[in-house]
């Protein structure tokens, strides 16, 4: 049977290939000729969750509509409501387990205790499951009798009535508990009955990650997604897409997963040419949860750990400071205010009425009523005058914030690209080139082009390259890859076309699948499930925000993967000694033991996880940690170091674990990664017993990790007792004495030897989960183009990364040796000295 599905699925996939091949320079031609129009013409766009209501009457449509939309109203106020009763600070902190400190015999008992404790006095959870059927028994009567009206619709046939029934058993809405077997049975009668393909790509979804309970195979998975693919659904496109560029369930294929990319691709440009000219803005930063939680860890464990600081307090104080500063007159302040209410903010939603506020507070200040430079101005004020003008012709052009009016806009920006504004000059440009308020003319369209281009415009760049791609192919090409090096999803789009026409070879298909994968994730107006798996985790839904994260998980998205794990190993947190048996994972592997062994689980459902054993939930969360280290997301590498050491969701294995945090150390700059070299070094776990290396790894630990230095120099200090101890017994430690040796012969040979390890150990962490993918971008990438104002955000660490250089060489004695060696030597008298006072020696 199982083989009969997977010809099935290959026959459709080379279906879907042939088609796409088909079509494919038609549609790239058509793409390019709109390239800066202002619309497309003729084109409908449909987001994969909108109702259709074409099985429908008339009569029955009126009646859908009536009660989708009390539905909706409702959701609306219950959504307003737990937004409401949302406790501060990150959902994401639990009550960490302290009982790895205790003696192995006593946990179970102390983890009972903590069980009864919460359940007697932990009223936050019984706080969210009273209200939850609150909603349950105090339903308005026209939201019952809505719900009952679509169950009437669905009995009767309708598609869109029985896509609302699954939708709230899938995520809860509408008051209702989630019900995942509930929604599998919908998604699976709608998929056989009427070939819907948003519920084939649901149970697409079922099928890879075993949610509910449901087998996870991933035959079904794939013969599913490749029929909603075939039906255009662009998020199955998205997750085929991703499947058969890292081989996840499927033969690795980049021929494949450029098809699939570059249909969504397309389908992304055509949207983002629809808009306003110059098209739609770009969708906003997805939130890494981990940089609400201090880092994956809960703690900074090195520069990477935090890819931006997200500290609201700060961002209000730094607001306030400039409202104030802009009330008195000050034109930087005035610009500041402008790009972030023109752009928008995490903790500052878009508001072109701001923004135009303030534009006509700098153009006051810098222009006469005739439009000309005040006299006297500094070099900074006419470069805020000229960015400011510029802006308030773009908005006059695109409508936002005011009626659209050409002929201020035309006025405006050539205002400001007379005085060398990059933006103005090439809006100035698509007016010349598709002649609004002006006569068609190229040939300035071309001058204004190639002027932005050499301001290093982006979107200039890209116009001037379409425009000369025939002439100057060489020229054109340079272009579009320094628009692509700064986000620019129109240049990556073209980039695509160029590699994807070159020679058939493996190199020239990923190239083309970077650039179209790119669009893909960062033009996702249609399709993306971030949105609002993060607007439910600000709500404190986290239920629905896991199963939308994993939704974006298994569409490729890198923030997807790694908040879904996050919230993935909370909710396993919450459910360790309650639901599910207690496990005593904390325990360090020995020697001589059982330590792969697997204990049988209860079959009970924990109400905090969507899985229904841990094994299956611990699975799952360790693809996604893997999934999130290929596409290198901070601190993940190293937490799947520590799924491969505690065996939770694999086979234990202190090697593999070893060579998973070796790369982290390495490429991650990871201080916890680091910490825990330095321990498995220092007693011989996963790794040959190494006194120095251990010593290394400790010292390069407290070099990235100010916040672990204590911890670290007492693990320093008890390697230096270890070692002390080994030498009074004669084992081989060595020719050089630990804390007096920069390197040694045993340290270069333990350093080949990691080189090696970490060399096997990449392709075994990588492949593992069936997912294996190549690490697509650098780390601290800067992921998508979204505008961030210099003064509200910054990357966390990217200074203190540079020069830092991760590298095998001991730390110079005169910084780090002597030093480590006294306050390591202070600790120890430190314990000697409590040991005399407090124990007894008789």
């Known amino acids: 049977m199982r083989l009969a599905f997977n010809v099935l699925a290959y026959l459709l996939v080379t279906s879907v290939a042939s088609t796409e091949t088909k079509h494919d320079a038609a549609d790239h031609t058509a793409i390019t000729s709109i390239v800066g129009a202002s619309t497309v013409a003729g084109v409908e766009f449909q987001k994969t969750d909108e109702f259709t209501n074409s099985s429908l009457s008339k009569k029955h449509q009126r009646v859908f509509v009536e009660a989708i939309e009390t539905l909706q109203k409702y959701q609306a106020y219950i959504n307003k409501q737990q937004k409401k009763h949302v406790r501060r600070g990150s959902p994401l902190k639990v009550a960490r387990d302290a009982s790895g400190l205790l003696p192995r015999s006593v946990r179970p008992y102390v983890q009972r205790i903590e069980w009864l404790a919460s359940w007697l006095f932990g009223d936050k959870e019984k706080n969210a499951a009273a209200y939850r059927q609150k909603q349950l028994n105090e339903k308005p009567e026209k939201v019952k009798q809505a719900v009952a009206t679509?169950?009437?619709?669905?009995?009767?046939g309708s598609e869109d009535a029985q896509l609302v029934l699954a939708d709230m058993a899938m995520y809860g809405k509408y008051g209702t508990n989630i019900d995942l077997g509930s929604a599998f049975e919908h998604y699976k009668k709608l998929a056989e009955a009427n070939g819907n393909p948003k519920a084939q790509y649901m149970l697409g979804l079922f099928y890879a990650t075993g949610l509910g309970g449901i087998e996870q195979r991933n035959s079904m998975a794939l013969l599913y997604n490749t029929m909603a693919a075939k039906s255009g659904y662009t998020p199955a496109e998205m997750t085929l897409a991703y499947k058969f560029l890292t081989g996840i369930g499927v033969p690795a294929s980049c021929k494949e997963s450029l098809v699939y990319y570059k249909s969504v691709a397309r389908k992304g440009i055509l949207y983002y040419l629809s808009g306003p000219p110059l098209g739609y803005h770009i969708p906003p930063y997805r939130v890494r949860l981990s940089d609400d939680n201090k880092g994956a860890y809960g703690v900074h464990t090195g520069p990477y750990s935090l890819y931006k600081v997200n500290d609201r307090e700060g961002f209000e104080e730094l607001l306030n400071y400039h409202l104030d500063s802009a009330r008195k007159g000050d034109l930087r302040s005035c610009m500041n205010l402008i790009d972030l209410y023109y752009h928008g903010h995490r903790f500052a939603s878009r508001n072109f009425t701001y923004a135009l506020k303030y534009i006509r507070e700098v153009i006051s200040k810098t222009f006469t009523k005739r439009g000309d430079l005040q006299k006297g101005l500094s070099q900074g004020e006419v470069n805020s005058a000229a960015q400011a003008a510029g802006m308030y012709g773009m908005m006059y052009l695109r409508g936002e914030g005011v009626t659209v009016d050409t002929a201020a806009a035309f006025k405006w920006l050539t205002i400001a690209a007379n005085m060398g504004h990059g933006t103005s000059l090439n809006a100035l440009g698509v007016m010349y080139q598709h002649g609004i308020e002006v006569p068609v003319n190229n040939e300035r369209a071309l001058e204004l082009f190639k002027a932005a281009a050499e301001k290093k415009h982006q979107s200039g760049q890209v116009n001037f390259a379409v425009a000369i791609m025939e002439s100057q192919p060489q020229v054109a090409v340079t272009n579009l890859r320094n628009a692509a090096e700064n986000g620019n999803i129109l240049a990556h789009f073209h980039l695509g076309g160029v590699y994807s026409a070159l020679s058939d070879t493996e190199i020239s298909c990923r190239m083309a699948v970077s650039s179209y994968k790119y669009v893909a994730e960062y033009g996702d107006w249609l399709h993306s499930s971030i949105p609002s798996a993060y607007a439910a985790y600000e709500r404190g839904d986290l239920d629905a925000a896991v199963l939308e994260y994993m939704r974006a998980a298994e569409m490729g998205y890198g923030v997807g993967q790694l908040n879904?794990?996050?919230?993935?190993?909370?909710?396993?947190?919450?459910?360790?000694?309650?639901?599910?048996?207690?496990?005593?994972?904390?325990?360090?592997?020995?020697?001589?033991?059982?330590?792969?062994?697997?204990?049988?689980?209860?079959?009970?459902?924990?109400?905090?996880?969507?899985?229904?054993?841990?094994?299956?939930?611990?699975?799952?969360?360790?693809?996604?940690?893997?999934?999130?280290?290929?596409?290198?997301?901070?601190?993940?590498?190293?937490?799947?170091?520590?799924?491969?050491?505690?065996?939770?969701?694999?086979?234990?294995?202190?090697?593999?674990?070893?060579?998973?945090?070796?790369?982290?150390?390495?490429?991650?700059?990871?201080?916890?990664?680091m910490w825990n070299l330095g321990w498995m070094y220092e007693n011989g776990v996963g790794v040959k017993r190494d006194f120095?290396?251990?010593?290394?790894?400790?010292?390069?630990?407290?070099?990235?990790?100010?916040?672990?230095?204590?911890?670290?120099?007492?693990?320093?200090?008890?390697?230096?007792?270890?070692?002390?101890?080994?030498?009074?017994?004669?084992?081989?430690?060595?020719?050089?004495?630990?804390?007096?040796?920069?390197?040694?012969?045993?340290?270069?040979?333990?350093?080949n030897d990691e080189d090696d390890?970490?060399?096997?150990?990449?392709?075994?962490?990588?492949?593992?989960?069936?997912?294996?993918?190549?690490?697509?971008?650098?780390?601290?990438?800067?992921?998508?183009n979204e505008y961030v104002p210099e003064d509200w955000e910054h990357e966390a660490g990217a200074a203190a990364a540079e020069g830092l250089g991760v590298d095998d060489t001991a730390a110079e004695l005169d910084e780090n040796g002597e030093g480590s060696l006294s306050e390591s030597v202070f600790i120890v008298v430190l314990l000697l000295a409590a040991a005399w006072m407090f124990l007894p020696f008789r």
């Open 150 to 156: 679509m169950k009437e619709l669905a009995s009767e």
């Open 564 to 673: 879904a794990a996050l919230l993935l190993e909370r909710a396993a947190k919450l459910c360790s000694y309650r639901d599910w048996d207690i496990r005593d994972s904390h325990a360090p592997l020995e020697s001589g033991k059982d330590n792969n062994a697997m204990p049988a689980w209860s079959n009970r459902s924990c109400v905090h996880s969507v899985f229904s054993d841990q094994q299956q939930h611990e699975r799952q969360t360790l693809a996604y940690w893997t999934r999130a280290a290929n596409n290198n997301m901070a601190d993940a590498r190293a937490k799947q170091g520590d799924h491969y050491y505690y065996g939770w969701g694999v086979e234990a294995s202190a090697e593999k674990a070893a060579a998973a945090y070796l790369i982290s150390a390495k490429s991650d700059a990871n201080g916890l990664a």
């Open 692 to 751: 120095f290396l251990a010593k290394r790894w400790y010292d390069k630990s407290i070099e990235v990790n100010e916040g672990g230095k204590l911890a670290t120099n007492f693990s320093l200090a008890r390697l230096f007792i270890k070692y002390l101890w080994a030498w009074v017994w004669g084992e081989d430690v060595g020719e050089t004495p630990l804390y007096f040796a920069p390197e040694t012969a045993a340290a270069d040979d333990g350093k």
């Open 757 to 784: 390890g970490e060399k096997d150990g990449r392709r075994e962490t990588e492949a593992d989960d069936e997912q294996g993918g190549a690490q697509l971008r650098p780390l601290g990438h800067r992921e998508g």
